[in-house]
């Protein structure tokens, strides 16, 4: 019996993600592993140091998001970022995100000092199966 191959892009969901301030990081993104490419992206910060960092969601009308390579991490970071603005929220996974799904952790090391805490990860909506695309 042959193994089920996903080629079809992923939608990634991240989970239990949470800032040193407090702050949270929800929403889900579509990658595609086979070009590098995402997709149909709504993502949400909200919390923390709301002075500093205002409640706003990064979403494919209203942004772009690429995965960048220069910034000297284990892993390319996914960043998302918003038009007009210097603002800007990176993700890093652990491990290579791949059209086959599963859940990920997130290296909460990579962005200088602001991100992460908990058992931070992205998650397809039902690992182990057909991932939605």
């Not at 989970?15 to 595609?32: A, I």
């Not at 086959?100 to 397809?124: C, K, Q, R, Y």
């Amino acid at each position: 019996m042959s193994a089920l191959v996903h080629a079809a892009p992923v939608r990634w969901t991240l989970s239990d993600v949470r800032f040193n301030d407090e702050g949270t990081v929800s929403g889900s993104f579509v990658f595609d592993a086979s070009t590098g490419s995402l997709s149909s992206w709504n993502v949400s910060v909200a919390g923390g140091n709301v002075a500093a960092f205002p409640a706003l969601s990064y979403t494919s009308s209203n942004g772009s998001a690429a995965l960048d390579t220069s910034l000297g991490n284990p892993l390319p970071t996914i960043v998302f970022y918003l038009t007009g603005s210097f603002r800007q929220l990176r993700v890093t996974p652990n491990v290579a995100l791949t059209n086959a799904g599963g859940t990920v952790a997130l290296n909460l090391e990579t962005a200088f000092g602001g991100s992460g805490g908990g058992n931070a990860s992205i998650a397809t909506r039902s690992a182990g199966s057909c991932p939605e695309a």
